[in-house]
Nanobody, 117 residues
């Protein structure tokens, strides 16, 4: 069973940058889709961006052009580079894996990002 461990969250000022990491313990298949979701205070969990086999598939409109999803296969780690952060980006960010061939959906524990002056 794959385990996902996020890191990199914290407090940052508006306009600043952060890079989140999601380390996968276990094998990731080329058909697996990995993603970042976020849950802002009082809101539902929403998709931020996803990636499959090193190719980004989708970005939320609210982050397109500011956030970049990527994956390092050698390190078995997915990243979310977040630039030009806004207070509305404040949320708990979750790493997610969907493996259609193994019929599993896996979530990380989440990492808090707070954008505030």
């Amino acid at each position: 069973q794959v385990q996902l461990v996020e890191s990199g969250g914290g407090l940052v000022q508006p306009g600043g940058s952060l890079r989140l990491s999601c380390a996968a313990r276990g094998s990731i298949l080329s058909s697996d889709i990995m993603a970042w979701y976020r849950r802002a205070p009082g809101k539902e969990r929403d998709l931020v961006a996803n990636i499959r086999n090193g190719v980004s598939l989708k970005y939320a409109d609210s982050v397109r052009g500011r956030f970049t999803i990527s994956r390092d296969n050698a390190k078995n780690t997915m990243y979310l580079q977040m630039n030009s952060l806004k207070p509305e980006d404040t949320a708990v960010y979750y790493c997610n894996l969907i493996s259609p061939s193994r019929n599993v959906i896996i979530w990380g524990q989440g990492t808090l990002v707070t954008v505030s002056s």
